[in-house]
């Protein structure tokens, strides 16, 4: 009875004392946490944003293929971002699926030289909550679209920042990031898609969306930290 | 010291212990000088990891060190929890005129053992001067604590030694 009082209350205070350490380790830092899911955006912070993959439907329009061949579209994709073109990706030839690496060296780059920046073939954009005018709604609006190269297209798209149907979220987005993507055709750019996200809405890592707009049948969208990023996770 | 004051010493030693053991002791800082900046940008170069007495033991035995985090373990957290409880029978022996149990002599042998990790993280702090690329590993607050809570109980040890002699 004397020993089980002895060493009930001796662990009793050890634990009194040691839990708080044990709950909050180390520097004071929280605990580790399991991951709830994909990390959303942060404002403040900037990002590299790509898509990854891209899958458009078999035919330009049911019935009519996308090349007079019978081919693949040659796809591409822009984004834009506060009413500007950010990036323009590498065109993919003959296919209804184009996959975009994170990290990749041209021709063009090794001519003006190779740094590891340019080599990430990525829109850059920044998370910004709040510090747009609210008269102005068409600062901040951005957008990526997928696209055949016709550039004419572009207008009856819609300009970045007119599309009405994201005006309410803009209080609380921090903007708005447009995807084009795009066909290559012997007339010129010709856009398959386009479609609008909010930067808010972005979550660090990959996010899929199905049928987002036009011929797009589906989407894949990257986003990775501008900094604090290692190589292994860029090139993964 | 009387059987009173050697019992306060011996409780104020059980807080000092819990802290110690739990408590940030060393912080190791992996560095790749003189191209850290272009390692640490590759993923080559780790975060600083801080470790307390049981997380560092924890580390040992569940990364392949399994020998090491036995005998920390058993010298740097379940002796000296049994020395607590040992020490605290015997002055309570002492207060009722009682000698103190051959458990009393056991953990007077076993005493030099008890700052195991205070030995273990000096030789760490000593050879880490010679790691490449100026890896660091600091020693923080916990440590003291450890180390204080385990010369107290070298304390209340020698003390109850002398109560327990004629």
């Known amino acids: 009875m004397r020993w089980t009082w002895i060493v009930g209350t001796t662990l009793a205070i050890l634990a009194l004392c040691g839990l708080p350490f044990l709950l909050w380790p180390a520097d004071g830092a929280p605990p580790p946490r399991a991951p709830e899911g994909p990390a959303g955006v942060e404002a403040e912070k900037h990002y590299y944003v790509l898509l990854a993959v891209v899958e458009v439907e078999p035919e330009k329009r049911p019935g009519k293929p996308w090349d007079s061949g019978g081919s693949a579209p040659d796809l591409y994709y822009e984004i834009w971002w506060q009413g500007t073109e950010v990036f323009e990706s590498a065109t993919k030839s003959d296919t209804l699926v184009a996959r975009w690496t994170n990290v990749a060296v041209d021709l063009k780059d090794v001519a003006k030289g190779v740094s590891l920046d340019d080599s990430i073939k990525a829109a850059r954009i920044a998370a910004r909550s709040g510090t747009r005018p609210r008269t102005s709604p068409t600062v901040g609006w951005s957008s990526m679209s997928v696209s055949r190269r016709e550039r004419a297209c572009f207008a009856s798209a819609g300009a970045p920042g007119t599309n009405s149907a994201r005006a309410p979220m803009f209080a609380a987005a921090a903007a708005l990031i447009e995807r084009r993507v795009y066909a290559e055709a012997l007339a010129g750019p010709d856009l398959i898609g386009r479609f609008d996200v909010a930067v808010d809405d972005l979550t660090v890592g990959d996010q899929a969306w199905t049928n987002p707009g036009g011929r797009l049948k589906s989407v894949t969208c990257r986003v990775l930290p501008l900094d604090g990023v290692d190589f292994a996770t860029l090139t993964r | ?166």
Not at chain 2, 126 to 142: A, L
Request: net charge positive.
């Open chain 2, 1 to 166: 010291m009387n059987v009173r004051t050697l019992a306060l010493l011996n409780w104020a030693a059980h807080p000092l212990l819990a802290v110690g053991l739990c408590a940030p002791c060393m912080t190791v800082t992996p560095r790749m000088a003189p191209v850290e900046g272009l390692a640490r940008w590759l993923g080559l170069v780790k975060q600083p990891e801080t470790y307390s007495v049981l997380s560092g033991t924890w580390r040992l035995l569940t990364t392949g060190h399994p020998g090491i985090g036995l005998v920390l373990l058993l010298f740097s957290v379940l002796f000296p929890v049994a020395k607590l409880v040992v020490l605290r029978a015997c002055l309570d022996d002492a207060r009722r005129g009682r000698p103190p149990g051959p458990l009393f002599r056991w953990t007077e042998r076993l005493s030099k053992f008890s700052m195991a990790d205070v030995l273990v993280v000096a030789l760490l702090v000593v050879t880490s001067k010679s790691y490449p690329g100026g890896t660091t590993v600091d020693v923080r607050w916990g440590l003291f604590a450890f180390a204080a809570a385990a010369l107290l109980s070298v304390a209340v040890s020698l003390g109850t030694g002398r109560l327990a002699r004629p």
